[in-house]
């Protein structure tokens, strides 16, 4: 499930690498309003598209992604990220622990997981919500911020209602809702890489309202009462690998 909003210019070469590395998956991008041709590039390349009328966020276009893999019954959805900093090919690392999960995190500070770096406010913010996220899971995590996750069956309707259209919600309060839902959250090392095209938005000043923003969607998200649950089932493994799943039956 790759995310996109004006992202033409490494959408294909983002969707071309996934098939290279997982050639029996499904791809859907989710085209969040985007006002390029990310949705033609996309489908050019070979994939699924979801064309959103309207700018909805990352939580959003997520949350279409959800819907679109329960109704049509797939058992896993992974989430890339369109600027090609996701490795594809660490997909199955994240698929593998669904057999012991129901969420995987791809997580870039795991021993094993690369150099990425954060500095400054950013940094303190991560290092923050890595150490209240962990308290809440009942199990180490340490970059509560990745957008590169694998999400189980139980996950997936539970995500398809309730995922949070909010900034940072897709993923402070995305965590936080799974877990109060009874849902088991581990990571994996991945490496991060550089976008393939357009600018990275870290900047001082950026990164210091982060700073804010990050810690008052990690309040909202500890305060806010979610009555969620999700089926009573073991969490499904995974049948091979794939981008987006399908039953291993169908």
Not at 58 to 85: E, N, P, T
Request: glycine residues 8%; aromatic residues 8%; contains cysteine.
């Amino acid at each position: 499930m790759v995310p996109a909003w004006n992202e033409e210019a490494a959408v294909g070469e983002t969707v071309r690498e996934i098939r290279a590395a997982l050639p029996d998956t499904d791809i859907l991008v989710v085209s969040d309003g985007s006002t390029d041709r990310t949705a033609e590039v996309a489908k050019r390349a070979g994939a699924l598209v979801l064309d959103l009328p309207y700018n909805l966020g990352v939580g959003g276009a997520m949350r279409a992604g959800f819907r679109y893999a329960v109704r049509h019954d797939y058992d896993a959805a992974v989430q890339v990220d369109a600027d090609g900093q996701h490795d594809p090919t660490e997909v199955p690392a994240l698929l593998a622990e669904l057999g012991r999960a129901d969420v995987v995190i791809g997580a870039r500070f795991a021993e094993g997981g690369g150099e990425y770096k954060a500095r400054g406010p950013r940094k303190w913010a991560m290092s923050v919500l890595a150490v209240v996220l962990s308290w809440v899971a009942k199990t180490k995590l340490t970059d509560t911020t990745s957008g590169f996750k694998a999400s189980g069956r139980r996950a997936l309707p539970l995500f398809a209602e309730y995922y949070p259209v909010e900034y940072l919600g897709d993923t402070i309060e995305s965590l936080v809702i799974a877990v109060r839902a009874g849902c088991a959250i581990v990571q994996v090392p991945a490496h991060m890489r550089p976008r393939r095209a357009g600018t990275p938005s870290h900047s001082p000043i950026k990164s210091t309202v982060y700073l804010f923003r990050a810690g008052f969607a990690l309040l909202l998200a500890l305060i806010r009462k979610w009555n969620v649950s999700v089926r009573n089932e073991e969490p499904a493994v995974a049948a091979g690998v794939g981008l987006v799943q399908k039953e291993a039956a169908r």
